[in-house]
């Protein structure tokens, strides 16, 4: 058989990564794609955008990830809009990747002397119940679980609430069973050939990626209701050949006054930190020297605006 011919019937095909906010949906997909393309913090909700990120396997197939935000019940315009893109992309894709973290579930039943699962995570299989979609089960973060046996009754649990086509245990930060995730999912894909070509890793442009990487250096570096204050835009990324280094001009909008002196810090200094541990994340991506400004500025209640969101393509 000629290569040409094989490939055609490799599997291959869209994948969401969805689950409560701060799973590791984002942390997996970058660990997969072996590039950081989502943006991914300690806090809840760093995600906002749905983000394309592929990946080839020679002679196996091609997965397109999916990135979500996480699935959770708020008031907040903007975290309704950005539950609702989770939930609509669990009906675009060929196959779900829902995650959990087994760690805080363990702790929880333990907690609580009980079986059964947190009301957050009830929330998320209800959604995925409705709509009756294919998926698998990633029970994520077992780096953090030293027995392992503590994982059968939360996997039970699990899977007495939801009819899954496989469970796999893993660890987006250390890579355990990774491999057999991939296997897995590239099990349950069409064999339609690939869908990009091979070298392709984001449908995202290189300007919102730089956004991200500013906002997640922000909701990093602070804390309270800040994180979730924050919006980035990228209004310049110039490829300066001459001096060969890429120049970018982010701005980061607050919405109060007293945020702003927050994010700039005393004599500075917060923004330069961030400004700082943005770059070297720049220049991991770009492969290149970035020069970055950041400006910072009141943009009054963006998160319940319209035009605003739309305009980040948050709704
Ligand atoms: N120990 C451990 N931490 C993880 C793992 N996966 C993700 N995390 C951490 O969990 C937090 C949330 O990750 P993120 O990918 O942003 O979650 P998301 O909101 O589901 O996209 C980050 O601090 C990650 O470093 C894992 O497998 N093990
Ligand atoms: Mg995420």
């Given at each position: 058989?000629?290569?040409?011919?094989?490939?055609?019937?490799?599997?291959?095909?869209?994948?969401?990564?969805v689950g409560k906010p701060?799973v590791?949906?984002?942390?997996?997909?970058?660990?997969?794609?072996?590039?950081?393309?989502?943006?991914?913090?300690?806090?809840?909700?760093?995600?906002?955008?749905?983000?394309?990120?592929?990946?080839?396997?020679?002679?196996?197939?091609?997965?397109?990830?999916?990135?979500?935000?996480g699935i959770h019940q708020s008031?907040?315009?903007?975290n309704r809009?950005?539950t609702?893109?989770a939930l609509?992309?669990l009906?675009?894709?060929?196959?779900?990747?829902h995650?959990v973290?087994?760690?805080?579930i363990?702790?929880?039943?333990?907690?609580?002397?009980?079986?059964g699962l947190p009301r957050e995570e009830e929330f998320v299989l209800d959604r995925l119940a409705e709509r009756?979609?294919?998926?698998?089960?990633?029970?994520?973060?077992?780096?953090?679980?030293?027995?392992?046996?503590?994982?059968?009754?939360?996997?039970?649990?699990l899977?007495?609430m939801y009819?899954?086509?496989?469970?796999?245990?893993?660890?987006?930060?250390?890579?355990?069973?990774?491999?057999?995730?991939?296997?897995?999912?590239?099990?349950?894909?069409?064999?339609?050939?690939?869908?990009?070509?091979?070298?392709?890793?984001?449908?995202?442009?290189?300007?919102?990626?730089?956004?991200?990487?500013?906002?997640?250096?922000?909701?990093?570096?602070?804390?309270?209701?800040?994180?979730?204050?924050?919006?980035?835009?990228?209004?310049?990324?110039?490829?300066?050949?001459?001096?060969?280094?890429?120049?970018?001009?982010?701005?980061?909008?607050?919405?109060?006054?007293?945020?702003?002196?927050?994010?700039?810090?005393?004599?500075?200094?917060?923004?330069?930190?961030?400004?700082?541990?943005?770059?070297?994340?720049?220049?991991?991506?770009?492969?290149?020297?970035?020069?970055?400004?950041?400006?910072?500025?009141?943009?009054?209640?963006?998160?319940?605006?319209?035009?605003?969101?739309?305009?980040?393509?948050?709704?």
């Open positions: 058989m000629t290569e040409s011919t094989s490939s055609e019937a490799l599997p291959s095909g869209f994948v969401a990564l701060n590791g949906k984002s942390t997996l997909m970058n660990a997969i794609l072996e590039i950081k393309v989502s943006a991914t913090t300690s806090k809840p909700q760093t995600t906002r955008n749905r983000i394309l990120g592929v990946q080839t396997f020679r002679e196996k197939g091609q997965i397109c990830f999916v990135d979500t935000p008031t907040r315009r903007l809009a950005m609702d893109k609509r992309s009906q675009e894709v060929d196959l779900v990747c995650l973290d087994a760690p805080r363990i702790a929880w039943q333990q907690k609580g002397g009980r079986e009756d979609v294919d998926a698998v089960l990633a029970v994520n973060k077992i780096d953090l679980v030293d027995e392992k046996l503590e994982l059968l009754p939360l996997i039970e649990s899977v007495d009819d899954y086509l496989d469970v796999v245990p893993v660890s987006a930060l250390t890579g355990e069973n990774q491999t057999t995730l991939v296997d897995v999912i590239l099990g349950h894909l069409p064999e339609q050939g690939l869908l990009f070509p091979e070298d392709t890793i984001t449908d995202k442009a290189e300007r919102f990626i730089a956004a991200e990487f500013v906002r997640e250096q922000v909701m990093e570096k602070t804390d309270r209701e800040i994180p979730y204050s924050v919006a980035v835009e990228v209004e310049t990324l110039e490829d300066d050949e001459r001096r060969d280094l890429i120049d970018i001009r982010a701005v980061i909008h607050v919405e109060r006054e007293s945020q702003k002196g927050i994010v700039i810090g005393k004599g500075g200094r917060r923004l330069k930190e961030i400004g700082k541990a943005a770059r070297k994340e720049l220049e991991d991506f770009f492969g290149k020297q970035v020069y970055l400004e950041t400006f910072v500025r009141v943009q009054p209640s963006w998160s319940e605006d319209p035009r605003f969101l739309q305009r980040l393509d948050y709704e």
